[in-house]
């Protein structure tokens, strides 16, 4: 079966990662995607190349040479989408930026991925993944009291711009299917962290201080009788009391040590509770207490090292791990799809090629465009997915965020949420807003009676349930096609569909644990989790990727699909500059809680009065040594280099070496460490990532906004989350069901009120 996006040329000019690594996730899903290497191949030597590069055709291009300018300008004139990474106005300076490119195939999606965007006054600076990391509070460290930063390998921002410029794209392809034209995107890294930060980045500016309860002491990380460490859900999962009973600890309920609600206001029982489950954790093996856990339906596993992942028989089962054989390293593992389709199936089309590999065919195959038809003009401007409407019965992170997604580029979403589930809608005000909200019991006859009849006219439905959940209510993918033949059904959970932890529980910390990310970040010290939940919004995006792909295949054929993503595959792409396994393979790179950065020249130190972070290539050494009070740094290298830079760093401030050093043309960016310090910046403020706004009962609430920015069909952020059940009323009368409004009101089907945002 073919791909998504089988009829679709993109043409790559991408570098180091996140422009490689976007067009690695349109080719999974069939697109034909030329890489443009420069001559030497491509700036970063990496075996990562091999998987970021898998299944693009390449040529190799001088742009600095008429004939290859030549070449790349009628690649791009027959082509349905264009992605770069260069800084901003690079493309412009060789005749191939946005504006002339789009004006000479006007049918063209053209996605640029910059470190700071066009019109960010560090526009210019070269953006390596520490400096926008530095810039974005991802280096902030466990200890909030602790000014030195903590560097994680991960590159968060490369791979957040990639997914969010995949579903940009897609996007942007389902309007111009439905339009005839297409547009500019720009999807900055450093806007691009903004959905990372995420819930980390809400204030609810009246809220009350919260009062910690002894929940928080049961969900963690904990070290086992073999030394090795188990990731534990504690009472968040329903399934918790279970897990009492299997861990022979009934008699902890007379002592409240179970009463997970108990407030942590008295310093001893605190102290004593948290040494009690401590102690617990080490009276079995870290693998063990995931078999107990697993048999109680909760949610643990054990913190895993990436190379243990990678042969582990659920990542070999649920194909998260693929073999590739490459022309360079001979038989490897990577990374496998991530948005998965049951109709148009993604696939590895084939190895990553040697550079200038495809010289010939591509060639021969350069022939301009005939000009596409100019597109009406009520069709200009008009939001990308207007039309789409989206059931939404997702919870906690990454589903809602799909949600949220989707309505950011116009989707009308309904967010169904269970009534009964507890006092609060968890996360309500980070991933709903730009959605309409009705508080509905889908566990009674009544209320699925209300889902069938609002999803006569729906075209997408979400959901991040434990695989088999509803099914048992008759709300399965097969259910729902029955009654409603073209509907795009999309899945999330933590493990994926398919192989022996299909059905497991999990969210954020255990994708982490089980994929190596808690180890990697921790060092060969106890394991600690990332900065941010990076998986949830990660997978999020790579659902909202997968409806995107599905709506423009029943675009094309009018055929629904069933398609799912999970955390665990995510964590697999966001790990992907390490998750390749072939002979002679080190896992050495970069990782532990006193990690500043990969090399003395991509790294942070310390200045008189704080911590800046320093990229720049080892060709930047003699321009370096140019600089006041660096001068003979060019001789030297490695710990040496470091060693020397520390120094001299210390004795000026963060904001007389930023200075310098950016004129200089070196990457330098002050390290921040406080998200609302972030938050609160003017320029984010004003750019839209920052938004506070009045919420129906909270009072002024801030949130992160949206990074893409689309010229023709732009990103709208949407109403502020709104009640928890407040277009319960306006949501029936559509539907031609306000005559039951009361009826299912008096019998608690929906609420209007009891349950608050969380």
């Known amino acids: 079966m073919a791909g998504a996006l089988e009829h679709i040329r993109v043409i790559d000019f991408g570098q180091y990662i996140s422009g490689p690594l976007a067009g690695m996730l349109l080719a999974d899903q069939g697109a034909d995607v ?97 400096v926008v990391g530095a810039a974005s509070a991802t280096f902030r460290p466990p200890d909030a009291d602790s000014p030195r930063p903590v560097y994680t390998a991960i ?37 691009s962290m903004f959905q990372s930060i995420g819930r980390f980045g809400v204030r609810v500016h009246n809220a009350p201080p919260a009062i910690p309860a002894l929940q928080e002491l049961w969900g963690g990380i904990f070290q086992c009788s073999d030394g090795q460490y188990v990731r534990f859900g504690g009472p968040g999962n329903q399934n918790f009391r279970q897990f009492v009973e299997a861990a022979g600890i009934t008699s902890w309920d007379d002592e409240g040590l179970t009463d997970f609600d108990r407030p942590l206001d008295v310093p001893q029982f605190r102290a004593e509770a948290q040494r009690r489950i401590r102690d617990l954790f080490l009276t079995r093996t870290a693998q063990e207490w995931e078999d107990l856990i697993a048999e109680a339906g909760s949610e643990g596993a054990v913190c895993r090292t990436s190379a243990e992942w990678f042969d582990h028989p659920h990542a070999r089962a649920s194909q998260m ?167 795009i059904y999309a899945s999330l959970n933590a493990y994926g569909h398919i192989g022996p932890w299909a059905e497991r529980p999990g969210h954020e910390g255990f994708a982490q644990a ?72 080190e896992w050495n790179e970069t990782s532990g809680q006193d990690a500043l950065g990969t090399g003395p020249l991509h790294r942070a130190y310390q200045a008189s009065d704080g911590w800046f972070f320093v990229g720049a290539p080892e060709t930047a050494l003699s321009g370096l040594s140019a600089l006041d009070g660096l001068s003979g740094i060019d001789t030297l290298r490695g710990d040496a280099l470091a060693s020397s830079l520390e120094e001299r760093f210390q004795g000026n401030s963060v904001a007389f070496w930023v200075e310098r050093l950016s004129a200089a043309g070196i990457g330098a960016q002050r390290v921040i460490t406080n998200v609302r310090e972030l938050m609160t910046d003017p320029w984010v403020e004003s750019h839209g990532l920052s938004i506070t706004r009045d919420h129906d009962e909270l009072g002024p609430v801030t949130t992160c906004g949206p990074a893409p920015r689309l010229s023709r069909t732009p990103v709208r952020p949407g109403i502020p989350a709104p009640k928890p059940g407040s277009h319960a ?3 029936l009368e559509e539907h031609g069901l306000g005559n039951r409004y009361q009826t299912l009101s008096d019998s608690e089907v929906i609420l209007t009120d009891g349950v608050a945002a969380g």
């Open 321 to 487: 791990v693929v073999e590739v054989d490459d022309p360079t390293y001979g038989k490897m593992l990577q990374p496998g799809i991530n948005a998965r389709m049951s109709l148009t199936p993604g696939r590895v089309r084939g190895p990553a090629p040697v550079p200038d590999q495809h010289r010939e065919e591509i060639l021969a195959e350069l022939k301009p465009r005939p000009p596409a038809e100019p597109s009406s003009p009520q069709n200009v401007m008009r939001s990308a997915l207007d039309g789409v409407k989206v059931l939404d019965l997702c919870i906690i992170l990454a589903g809602p965020t799909m949600g949220r997604t989707l309505a950011e580029y116009g989707a009308n979403v309904i967010k169904i949420d269970n009534p009964r589930r507890g006092s609060t809608v968890a996360r309500h005000n980070d991933i709903n807003r730009g959605k309409r909200s009705i508080l509905l019991d889908l566990k009674s006859e009544q209320g699925r009676d209300v889902f069938w009849k609002l999803l006569e006219d729906a075209d997408v439905v979400a959901q991040n349930y434990r695989a088999g959940s509803l099914e048992r209510l008759g709300l399965g993918y097969q259910e729902v096609r029955k009654r409603k033949p073209d509907i």
């Open 34 to 130: 030329v890489r443009i290497d420069p001559p030497g191949g491509p700036r970063w030597e990496t075996p990562a190349n091999s998987t970021w590069n898998r299944g693009k055709r390449s040529i190799t291009l001088d742009l600095k040479q008429a004939d290859d300018l030549a070449i790349a300008r009628s690649l791009i004139q027959g082509a349905d989408v264009v992605v770069e990474n260069f800084r901003p106005g690079t493309m412009d300076r060789l005749g191939l930026g946005p504006e002339e490119m789009t004006g000479t195939n006007p049918r063209l999606v053209y996605c640029s991925i910059p470190g700071f965007a066009s019109d960010d006054p560090r526009a210019a600076m070269p953006a390596y993944e520490g």
């Open 155 to 191: 590159p968060i921002a490369s791979v957040y711009g990639a997914f969010q410029s995949v579903v940009a794209i897609t996007v942007a392809l389902n309007a111009r299917e439905r339009d005839g034209v297409g547009q500019r995107i720009e999807v900055p890294l450093f806007d």
């Open 514 to 585: 089980t994929a190596g990310m808690t180890r990697r970040f921790g060092g060969d010290g106890m394991p600690e989790s990332q900065p941010n939940p990076v998986n949830d919004y990660g997978t999020g995006f790579m659902g909202a990727y997968g409806v995107a792909l599905a709506l423009l295949h029943r675009q094309r054929t009018g055929e629904g699909q069933h398609i799912d993503s999970a955390l665990a595959y995510t964590a697999m792409t966001l790990q992907s500059p390490f998750m390749q396994l072939y002979e002679g393979k």
């Open 729 to 731: 009323r306006e949501i």
